[in-house]
């Protein structure tokens, strides 16, 4: 597995504590996060010099080496999709 993935994977296990379901996609090396648009998801990919996580077409980054608060920015921007949507 690439250091990609894995890096991908352990924060998949770190979303869980906040309890946000996510998938690694290999085929495109990236994390998909559920929202709760069904088949809409948060893509989190890992930058080109594999130090940050990146999401939001780049506009959020955060370091690879600080596992759960990437976890904790990831989940709080998810939860403020939410509320996005509750207000339509």
Do not use: C
Not at 7 to 34: C, F, M, P, Y
Request: no cysteine; net charge negative.
């Amino acid at each position: 597995m690439s250091l990609e993935l894995e890096l991908l994977s352990e924060l998949r296990g770190a979303l869980t504590e906040h309890e946000i379901q996510s998938e690694v996609k290999e085929d495109v090396a990236g994390l998909a996060v559920h929202t709760d648009a069904p088949g809409v998801y948060l893509w989190i990919f890992v930058s080109f010099t594999g130090r940050f996580f990146s999401w939001a077409r780049g506009n959020h980054q955060h370091p690879v080496n600080d596992m759960p608060g990437a976890a904790r920015r990831i989940a709080t921007h998810v939860q403020g999709l939410h509320l996005l949507g509750d207000s339509e």
